[in-house]
């Protein structure tokens, strides 16, 4: 059985996201049903294994594309979109792929041929209002 690795940024971050639970979910769907690297299944595919109708993808991506999390591109030989998850938020067969993966895509980021995630401040959560008075049973 091979092992896989998640990337950090978007696993460890994702409570933080500004978007609503649906797609959050569908985007833990997309990790999990994405190739190492990020390449995902056609709106098709995607539609018929989550249960839902194709618009109901085209609405769980939307808010997934503003955040680069998931990228789009036209697909040359069927003239349709191709996705993918943004090179920081897939998964990769082990941490060498990883790195390296990370690393060609600040490459790319700083080229301006790869778009930034466009993510939250990394905050420490701040405390609940009023001191808490808790102890250990």
Known sequence: MALEVKS??????IWALPIGGAPVKFLQYLIFRSENGGALPSQRQMAVEYGVKPPTISSLM??????NLVLRSKAEERGGNT???????????DVDEMTAA?????QEIRAGRLPSLNLPEN?????AEGERNLRIA
Do not use: C, I, S
């Open 123 to 127: 905050r420490v959560t701040p405390p």
């Open 8 to 13: 950090p940024l978007v696993g460890d971050r």
């Open 102 to 106: 990370f690393q060609q895509a600040m």
């Open 83 to 93: 996705y993918r998850l943004h090179p920081l938020a897939a998964k990769y067969a």
């Open 62 to 67: 939307e808010p997934l594309f503003e955040l």
